[in-house]
Structure formats: C-alpha cells, structure tokens
C-alpha cells in the first residue's frame, strides 16, 4: 500500500520530476507532485511524494529529513490526512 510523504522546505526552483527523482533512489515513487500558488503558478516550497511501500517510505524519511538540497535543510515526514476547508458556522454553506 502506498505511503503519501509531505516534503517541505522546497527550494522555489524544485520541480515535481526534480523530487520524484530525490525520492527515487530510496524505492519506487508513484508520484509526486510540487504544490504552486493557483493565481502566480510559483511553487509554494513543498509538495507531496508516494512511495510504493511503508519500507521506502520510512527509507525515505530516514534518508532524507533534515538533509540539505538547494540550500535548504528539507522537512520530510508522513504525510498528515488533508482537513476538510468547507466552511460552516451557520451561513447556509454546510
């Protein structure tokens, strides 16, 4: 079962094949994508990686978190379950 990491501390110049191919080298990635602001299409700094496995996953962690790329000391851990953005508070928009 795949794994979703979050890697953050991204240098603004990283592109999504650019982290597939960082993961890579700690087991197989099933994607990866760089997360860029909607409007200005520039990258927000970090992105979401899947790894195939818990093994490459924890690999990649292990490997990677706290390490230098860019310039830039990289945030990598597991990936926490998106929030759910719907507003409420009794505006009709439940």
Avoid: W
């Amino acid at each position: 079962m795949a794994k979703k990491l979050y890697c953050g501390n991204l240098s603004y110049g990283v592109s999504s094949s650019q982290l597939e191919q960082l993961f890579s080298e700690f087991g197989s990635v099933e994607s990866a994508q760089v997360i860029s602001d909607r409007d200005t299409g520039r990258s927000k700094g970090f992105g979401f990686v899947e790894m195939e496995s818990d093994a490459a996953a924890q690999a990649a962690i292990d490997g990677l978190n706290e390490t230098e790329h860019d310039g830039r000391r990289l945030i990598v851990n597991e990936a926490r379950p998106r929030e759910d953005r719907r507003r409420s508070g009794g505006y009709g928009r439940d």
